[in-house]
């Protein structure tokens, strides 16, 4: 069996958003745009690829009774060199990000992945879980921002195809549940038939 079901399982059998319902404040709050919630996504699988890697290395030699302590510190680290990176390179998406960087510490995709998948596989086999349930993470989060973005002001990424206003709703929390609710639908509909 190939290594790589583990980046498919994560982007569909096992898709945070969609299926398992985790990380739903940063899917909530980001997921205005298409940019944004691209740009979310992306940050959060390069701390999840990292952290998994890192902590399959390490859980051997840490205790039990300071697991979750040295987890947390291993991502905080990465979601620091990220938000350093960001504020050296792309300013204008820390700013727009802003606040929901440094969550990507508490974020239970991560925290979930490291305790449930990380300490227990090795460091390839971690390294493709990060990249699959990363992956899924991304395009959940943008597949979201692009609905919002097309009902809320007739765009997608920035590009304004529909003139008028849209529905104002849409670009509110409101709009987030809403598309959030009919898209998982959808897609454990899909899943169903498969």
Wanted: net charge positive.
């Amino acid at each position: 069996m190939s290594k790589w079901h583990f980046v498919t399982d994560g982007f569909v059998k096992n898709n945070p958003t969609f299926v398992l319902v985790l990380g739903m404040c940063p899917t909530l709050a980001t997921t205005t745009s298409a940019m944004n919630g691209l740009e979310m996504g992306l940050a959060t699988m390069f701390v999840l690829i990292l952290s998994n890697i890192v902590i399959s290395l390490l859980a051997p030699m840490v205790p039990d009774k300071v697991r979750i302590p040295v987890y947390i510190t291993v991502i905080a680290t990465f979601v620091t060199v990220l938000q350093l990176l960001m504020q050296a390179f792309t300013p204008a998406v820390y700013e727009t990000l802003g606040l929901f960087i440094p969550l990507i510490v508490v974020n239970c995709i991560v925290l979930g992945r490291a305790e449930g998948f990380a300490n227990k596989h090795g460091v390839g086999e971690s390294a493709l879980d990060g990249l699959g349930v990363g992956l899924g993470f991304t395009a959940s989060l943008t597949v979201i921002g692009i609905v919002r973005e097309i009902l809320g002001s007739g765009a997608v990424f920035g590009w304004k195809f529909i003139s008028g206003d849209g529905i104002l709703a849409f670009v509110m929390a409101p709009g987030a549940f809403l598309v959030l609710g009919f898209l998982m639908v959808l897609f454990n509909k899909y899943l169903a038939k498969k």
